[in-house]
């Protein structure tokens, strides 16, 4: 993205509200708090938000702090790889019954 005029927010602002809204609603708090131990992150959600809504009112230069924050966002969602490592071909064994059809 070009800097000044052409830079553009990589979503719509209805984007960030809606990802506010669900971060800060009590049910993803519970799944959260359950899973986690601790209280959502939605800070930086409502800051996206803000920045959004800043540049379309405004197209201030402050409001390119969205840009680095979805960065962040991409750089943290490539930091983990796959959990699977994706097959080639299948195991030369794949037809064969499973081992607990063999019991009966």
């Known amino acids: 993205?070009?800097?000044?005029?052409?830079?553009?927010?990589?979503?719509?602002?209805?984007?960030y509200r809606a990802e506010w809204e669900l971060c800060s609603s009590a049910g993803h708090f519970l799944r959260h708090y359950y899973v986690h131990g601790?209280?959502?992150?939605?800070?930086q959600?409502?800051?996206?938000?803000?920045?959004?809504?800043?540049?379309?009112e405004r197209r201030s230069?402050?409001?390119q702090s969205l840009r680095e924050s979805?960065?962040?966002?991409v750089r943290a969602a490539r930091k983990h790889g796959l959990v699977w490592a994706?097959?080639?071909s299948?195991?030369?064994?794949?037809?064969?019954?499973?081992?607990?059809?063999?019991?009966?």
């Open 1 to 15: 993205m070009a800097e000044g005029g052409g830079w553009q927010p990589p979503r719509p602002c209805e984007a």
């Open 38 to 43: 601790e209280r959502p992150a939605c800070e």
């Open 45 to 56: 959600w409502r800051r996206d938000l803000d920045s959004c809504r800043e540049w379309e």
């Open 61 to 63: 230069a402050e409001a």
């Open 70 to 73: 979805e960065q962040a966002r």
């Open 86 to 88: 994706p097959r080639q």
């Open 90 to 104: 299948p195991p030369a064994d794949w037809h064969l019954p499973l081992p607990q059809d063999n019991d009966r």
